[in-house]
């Protein structure tokens, strides 16, 4: 079955670059470099299928990018232990409700995402991520913070797209498929003589007595096997409880 996403993508242009990072779970990876933005979309929108492919159904929510969710670009100082970094920094903020009447913002660098923290307000901002900040990246070295800050040249946007997605029966083992074991595995025509027992056969040869009439469930055979319409029917149920 064909699943729609919108999946959100932060786009940055650095020393003639177009550099693709697609906002989507920790633990899955989807990036794209180059120039055109034609063709990095739809090497994105491939690299998106092959991960969808792979990702259990109950993560797949995740891929959609929260309504509302914004770029902002904060005002960056940072003291590191070789130097000191300021200039601009984007933040990724997306908004998610927690109960039916609060909603939250969920923060986070759109380049390291494993890294994150949640404000009440957008006035809240600046203060939590100086701090923010401050805590995760005092240990980098000053060439590295330069290359996550912003230059303006960088944008959010969004891709959509339609996949087919893993899905839970994909996950049965009835759908893994075995080459090995294909040739040996019961057809469709033997099942039921492996987990039935033929009473027909039986009955016709005189091997067992002929048992009491039920009704209505002899008329409901009836109608089903001799009937305008006749119908496969399978009487199931355990020893002794009439079905010859």
């Known amino acids: 079955m064909m699943t729609h996403f919108t999946v959100g993508v932060y ?9 693709w990072t697609a906002l989507i779970p920790v633990g899955q990876y989807a990036y794209q470099q180059g120039q055109g933005e034609t063709k990095l979309r739809e090497r994105m929108i491939d690299r998106l299928r092959q991960v969808l ?44 409700w927690i109960d039916a009447d609060r909603q939250i913002l969920f923060c986070y660098h759109p380049e390291r995402r494993f890294e994150w923290f949640i404000a009440d307000d957008r006035t809240d901002l600046v203060n939590l991520a100086t701090m923010f900040f401050r805590h995760h990246w ?28 893993k899905s839970l029966l994909d996950m049965l083992p009835s759908r893994k498929k075995d080459t090995k074991a294909g040739a040996f595995s019961p057809r469709p025509g033997q099942v039921l003589q492996q987990i039935a027992v033929d009473e027909t056969h039986r009955l016709s040869s005189a091997g067992v007595a002929l048992g009491v009439p039920r009704s209505p469930y002899r008329e409901r055979l009836t109608y089903l096997l001799g009937g305008p319409r006749p119908r496969s029917v399978a009487v199931i149920g355990p020893p002794g409880s009439g079905k010859t």
């Open 53 to 96: 492919r792979e990702t259990p159904p109950r993560d797949q929510e995740l891929f959609q990018l929260p309504l509302g969710t914004e770029l902002e670009r904060l005002p960056f100082d940072l003291k590191l232990d070789d130097g000191r970094v300021t200039g601009t920094v984007p933040l990724i903020v997306e908004p998610r």
């Open 138 to 165: 005092k240990a980098l070295d000053e060439e590295a913070v330069r290359g996550l800050l912003s230059n303006g040249r960088d944008r959010l946007i969004q891709i959509a797209f339609s996949t087919e997605a």
């Open 11 to 19: 786009q940055a242009k650095k020393e003639g670059t177009e550099e």
